[in-house]
């Protein structure tokens, strides 16, 4: 959450503002922006439920392939 909210900040060097080097960085984000982050994803997920002696059958397999597949792999955790 934090690495996901990361921002870029520059600062530019040279005489009277004339940026001739220019310094880059991530910063970390004010901590109540990582909380919001996270409380917004938080609200947004969806709990999935498997079905108890499904066992490990070919279809139960196809049918959880076919539930995450339109999460990508960061979502889940």
């Not at 909210?5 to 991530?26: A, F, I, P």
């Amino acid at each position: 959450a934090v690495k996901g909210t990361m921002q870029r900040t520059c600062k530019c060097h040279g005489v009277s503002g004339s940026c001739t080097t220019q310094t880059c960085w991530l910063q970390l984000p004010e901590f109540r922006e990582v909380g919001n982050y996270l409380k917004e994803k938080y609200h947004r997920s969806v709990k999935v439920d498997l079905l108890r002696g499904a066992g490990n059958s070919a279809a139960s397999r196809g049918a959880i392939a076919e539930t995450f597949s339109s999460i990508s792999r960061k979502e889940l955790v």
